[in-house]
């Protein structure tokens, strides 16, 4: 049976730990109770065995606290030592039901802690049920609204599309003449009518909206006019509007042609007023749908904060009366738990019935299945045939491997005259899949640490949780992945010793067919996590027009690690897309000038892009961290286009410039992990050089993991750098580096001379600590993410809503 502290710890929500009952140190107070009342115990059965001796005309012998033949008779003495005698007026103070104060101070401690966290537990609880309640009824009350405004455009619409009947059946109908619908044959003679009907169909639907809108509480207050008369569209009052945020280029584009549309108007209106129309009201629905699935999470996870706390006060107390013996102080302190609000509310549990209801009806269709699927998704449980299959892949992997390397040497394919076009085919094919395959197995290893300290992932970077990672998959994708790559080798390795042409074809193949099985519409092989794959990536591409959230910041952050696998991929697409693979001729692309131009923009572009993300965030956020982060990317685009300009000219001059800019870009990518991104260096804290917060409870691994991430770090952009002079020049400054960098130095200063292949295998061993580098700066990072949500107590997120009341003068 699992002990309760256990399932304690393991139930609380991460983000609330800090106002949950402190069941540790009661429990801590209950064993210091306990270890009293043993040492009393044992010093008045001293007393009591000598006081019998002495009654006894017995003089005890002691052999150095050994065993004595008398111990019986003492034992049998103090079952008959007097007791003491309670009075009948402590009696009656006890049956009158006020609490005695217990006479041990442990005991008293106890009482006192329990009483804080009781406090505490439901101080946290009324104020967030008091935030719950006033948002669940202002997200009713737009749900209303938007009924209300459903409601009346459909109307309209049906008897748009009823008079355009009409004027199709009988256009000359002096019926319709006089209904005062505009008719074809009003328009032949003029738009003058047409005009008037559709400026008096607009004044009915915006009086409708407006009407709509006070019911449920909005008021108008000097309004000089409530209809666009010369437009004749719905347009809501001026204090109020469909606000829905620029999150995507269409909705940036709608958004800037309706402050076009407001601001060319003639007739002066506001601003500020937005036209009503059916797609805003397709997003405003959307937004409603959200905001009720985050209000619903908010509410399910209240309800476990009442019960979790309502059981370790039961659990806690327990304990307590069995070792203090203090029933009536227990008694009364269990009835106090039980009138506190978190323990007798049920605001909570009618306000979860009536969203569930809402959602029910309006966003499900009235099908349960469907709408707990929106409001309460559960995460699969894993299965052991995801472990087996991770195990069978990477041992079929090992033994392919084995196998390729086997044949390679045998063949002498890789040896100094070998092949050249099949040795820079394997090297980009296989370094592409390689490293997506090392970095999804440091990502699976990202999961299984957050999940063993708690981080709530799925919260920072809203995933889904049915269809979310697990650490089993990453695992299962990066097994995959390297096992389908070393089979291709092999049979492309076996085609070529057969005397098979165009064999580099195969290579080609595998492209083609995991392009193919990222874009598959079928649901196999994580089709939602390819999906969300894909969404993000188009939202990092045209960046700054999406709005960023976590989960884009965080992508693009690791394309910024991935450099080489893009520009692997530059030269795979140029090879097999130019139908090179068919005579060998690879040097189409490597010495192409446009080729090595593309290169460079494709090792600026995710520096670019993540500096267009900060300035998006800039200006959505005021923050101005956020142009310092912008900083540091754009110092990095400038540092390499120094390196490259050196490559170009290797002057003195260029030569300093690009020491210069290289260790400040350094400098300010170290400054911006450890200080921002991960929280260390935090002035005044209780860890040194560290934050007062920490996850881990070895603050050692902390100080390694700094020293570690400042080698990488320092690695990698070290053996980026080409050239005798500048790599002596690095050193000079670098004394912290390790026996290899040293080596790389000897190399580079000494002019050693290496094989095309060892060059191959220096640089992909950069690429791959670099992606290790970023695996590592992973976990950090989102600790202190969720680090700050905790310090918030931020576990569910806050959706705009759409219907907001302006503030007029």
Not at 111 to 130: H, I, Q, R
Not at 178 to 204: I, K, N, R
Not at 243 to 263: F, M, Q, T
Not at 350 to 359: A, G, K, P, W, Y
Request: charged content about 20%; hydrophobic content about 45%.
């Amino acid at each position: 049976m699992v002990k309760f502290s256990r399932e304690y710890e393991a139930s609380i929500i991460p983000e609330w730990k800090g106002a949950f009952v402190d069941y540790k140190c009661l429990k801590k107070l209950i064993k210091k109770i306990k270890l009293g009342r043993r040492d009393a115990d044992d010093s008045n059965g001293d007393c009591s065995l000598e006081e019998a001796a002495l009654a006894a005309g017995v003089e005890s012998v002691g052999y150095g606290g050994g065993f004595s033949v008398l111990d019986p008779v003492h034992a049998l003495a103090s079952r008959f030592a007097p007791r003491v005698h309670v009075s009948s007026e402590d009696e009656e103070s006890g049956d009158s039901g006020e609490l005695v104060p217990p006479t041990d101070k442990h005991e008293r401690e106890f009482l006192e802690k329990a009483d804080e966290e009781l406090e505490k537990v439901n101080s946290f609880y009324a104020t967030k049920e008091a935030e719950l309640l006033g948002r669940g009824e202002a997200i009713i009350d737009q749900l209303r609204i938007l009924a209300d405004v459903k409601r009346i455009l459909a109307d309209h619409a049906a008897t748009r599309r009823a008079r355009r009947t009409l004027s199709a059946v009988a256009p000359s109908s002096p019926a319709l003449s006089g209904s005062g619908l505009a008719t074809p044959q009003s328009m032949s003679d003029g738009s003058v009518e047409l005009q008037q009907a559709q400026m008096t169909e607009g004044a009915a639907v915006a009086d409708e909206v407006m009407a709509a809108l006070e019911r449920n509480g909005v008021s108008f207050v000097g309004l000089p006019g409530k209809k666009d008369s010369k437009a004749g569209r719905l347009q809501l009052p001026a204090t109020v509007r469909i606000d829905i945020p620029a999150s995507n280029p269409g909705r940036a584009a709608l958004k800037v042609w309706e402050e076009l549309v407001n601001v060319l108007r003639k007739d002066g209106a506001d601003p500020a007023a937005a036209f009503v129309h059916r797609k805003k009201v397709q997003h405003a629905e959307k937004n409603i749908r959200d905001a009720f699935m985050a209000l619903y999470r908010g509410l399910e996870l209240l309800k476990k904060f009442s019960s979790l706390n309502v059981k370790a006060f039961t659990k806690i107390l327990k304990k307590f009366v069995k070792v203090s013996g203090q029933q009536q102080a227990t008694d009364l302190f269990s009835q106090k738990v039980k009138g506190s609000s978190f323990s007798t509310s049920d605001k909570v549990l009618q306000l979860s019935d009536e969203v569930e209801s809402l959602f029910l009806k309006h966003f499900a269709g009235n099908d349960k299945m469907v709408a707990m699927k929106y409001l309460n998704p559960k995460q699969p449980k894993s299965t052991h045939m995801i472990t087996f299959l991770v195990g069978l892949f990477t041992g079929t992997f090992v033994s392919l491997f084995i196998i390729y390397t086997i044949m390679a040497h045998a063949s002498g394919i890789f040896a100094s005259v070998g092949d050249t076009a099949y040795h820079e085919v394997v090297y980009h094919v296989f370094s592409i899949f390689a490293l997506i395959s090392l970095h999804c197995f440091l990502y699976g290893c990202n999961l299984f640490m957050w999940k063993s300290t708690r981080i709530n992932q799925n919260f920072i970077f809203d995933f889904v949780p049915n269809t979310a990672l697990t650490h089993r998959d990453a695992f299962l994708m990066s097994a995959f992945i390297m096992c389908t790559v070393v089979t291709v080798l092999v049979i492309n390795l076996f085609l070529i010793n057969a005397g098979v042409p165009y064999t580099n074809a195969v290579p080609g193949a595998l492209i083609v067919l995991s392009a193919g099985l990222l874009f598959c519409p079928f649901n196999v092989f994580y089709r939602s996590t390819r999906y969300c794959f894909m969404r993000i990536m188009r939202k990092i591409v045209f960046s700054p027009f999406y709005k960023v959230v976590m989960a884009d910041f965080f992508m693009a952050d690791q394309l910024t690690s991935q450099i080489p696998l893009l520009r692997h991929t530059e030269f795979v697409a140029c090879y097999f897309m130019a139908g090179s693979f068919r005579a060998y001729p690879y040097e189409t692309c490597t010495k192409n000038q446009q080729y090595k131009h593309l290169a460079y923009v494709i090792s600026f572009l995710p520096y670019y892009w993540r500096a267009m993300q900060c300035l998006r965030r800039y200006l959505e956020e005021h923050d101005v961290n956020q142009l310092a982060n912008a900083g540091k990317y754009v110092s990095a685009m400038v540092a390499a286009a120094v390196r490259l300009q050196y490559k170009a000219t290797p002057t003195p001059f260029w030569v300093w410039m690009v020491l210069i800019t290289s260790t400040g870009t350094t400098v300010y990518q170290l400054y911006w992990d450890f200080v921002k991104d991960w929280g260390f260096f935090t002035p005044k804290s209780k860890n040194l050089w560290l934050r007062d917060d920490l996850i881990l409870k070895n603050k050692f691994t902390y100080y390694v993991s700094m020293v570690m991430y400042f080698v990488q770090l320092t690695f990698c952009m070290t053996l980026v750098q080409k050239g005798a002079a500048f790599g002596g020049l690095i050193l000079s400054q670098m004394q912290m580096l390790n026996l290899v960098l040293r080596l790389s130095w000897t190399k580079s200063v000494m002019k050693i001379s290496i094989t095309k292949n060892e060059t191959r295998l220096l640089d992909f061993s950069r690429a791959s600590l670099e992606i290790i580098r970023r695996g590592h700066w992973n976990f950090y990072r989102l600790e202190n993410e969720h680090l700050n949500n905790v310090g918030k107590f931020r576990a569910v997120k806050t959706v705009p809503l759409p219907f907001c009341e302006l503030e007029t003068d």
